[in-house]
């Protein structure tokens, strides 16, 4: 997308934003990209290196935790150590300034929460406490972490019951948490303004969500670095890095608003 189609897309959905009643913004990888955690589906992803039958499903991990653990030990650090960045601090402003109501994102990365965005809803839980399978106890993080630091001992297991935990991620063939999933199922009916962020809207039932939208006649962008396959059902698509794009959103508001921008 040429500079000035940029500029003219920014101004547009900058308007949109300041006029609907009710914005809500679905987030994917690609907003956390830029804070050095590698998205899924781009070349190089996650998915490319570590297949997501074998390393990413509860069948798979029911049937030898091991591989999923293998995996989480590679990429777990990037996420621990990855701060939030302009993208991520853009969206907490316009929360800040009520101009969107709630954050819907699949990453379970806590960067969203970390830049100072209150609402926000882990379709796809994330990795604050570590869950058993067998007798349903549930750890902090900070427990496991020192736990396998101090005994190196891959999967860690649970203290009751010697089964192999599971961080509170949600895994292919897992339910997205309940109160999660009717919260954005009902967001997504009830708002005017849906913008996808970062997201290749690959995975159901999330990728469900802007449909809602615009079966109820909302509107529905997209902001990411290459097209996706909705492209053609949304009323605006602006390509391009999130780390720059959704600070240009918000200067543009703050012009039309004349709030002075720090
Ligand atoms: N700026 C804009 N877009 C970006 C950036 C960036 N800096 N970096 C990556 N992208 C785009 C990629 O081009 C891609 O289209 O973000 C999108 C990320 O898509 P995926 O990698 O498929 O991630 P996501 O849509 O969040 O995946 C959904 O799939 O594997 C499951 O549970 C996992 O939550 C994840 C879900
Ligand atoms: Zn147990």
């Known amino acids: 997308m040429s500079k000035h189609k940029v500029e ?7 308007k949109m934003i300041i006029d609907a009643e009710q914005v809500v913004v679905l987030t994917g990888a690609g ?11 781009s070349p190089g992803g996650v998915w490319d290196k570590w297949a997501p039958e074998i390393y990413g499903n509860i069948e798979s991990f029911l049937k030898d935790p091991k591989k999923f653990w293998e995996m989480a030990q590679k990429i777990a650090p990037n996420i621990f150590k990855a701060k ?22 699949q990453n379970v990365d806590g960067l969203h929460q970390k830049a100072g965005s209150i609402v926000v809803y882990e379709i796809h839980g994330n990795i604050e406490r570590f869950i058993c399978f067998t007798c349903s106890a549930s750890y902090p993080k900070g427990q496991v972490i020192r736990k396998l630091k101090k005994e190196k001992h891959y999967p860690p297991i649970c203290d009751i019951c010697s089964a192999p935990l599971k961080p509170s991620a949600v895994l292919f063939g ?24 970062g997201s290749s ?18 509107k529905f962008v997209i902001l990411n670095d290459q097209p996706t396959y909705m492209d053609d ?3 605006l698509v602006i390509i391009g890095k999130l780390g720059t ?18």
Not at 246 to 258: Q, V
């Open 201 to 218: 809207l690959e995975v159901a039932p999330v990728n469900q969500l802007p449909v809602i939208t615009l079966k109820n006649g909302g």
């Open 174 to 197: 897992e339910p997205p948490p309940k109160f999660e999933y009717y919260q954005s199922h009902s967001l997504a009916e009830k708002t005017n303004l849906m913008i996808v962020a």
């Open 31 to 41: 907003i956390s990209t830029e804070s050095g955690i590698p998205d899924f589906r």
């Open 233 to 235: 059902r949304a009323d």
């Open 8 to 14: 003219l897309a920014v101004a547009k959905l900058a």
């Open 84 to 105: 939030p960045n302009p993208a991520h601090y853009a969206l907490a402003e316009l929360e800040k300034m009520d101009l969107i109501k709630a954050i819907i994102t």
């Open 245 to 262: 794009i959704l600070p240009l959103i918000l200067a543009k508001i703050k012009e039309l608003l004349n709030i002075k921008s720090d």
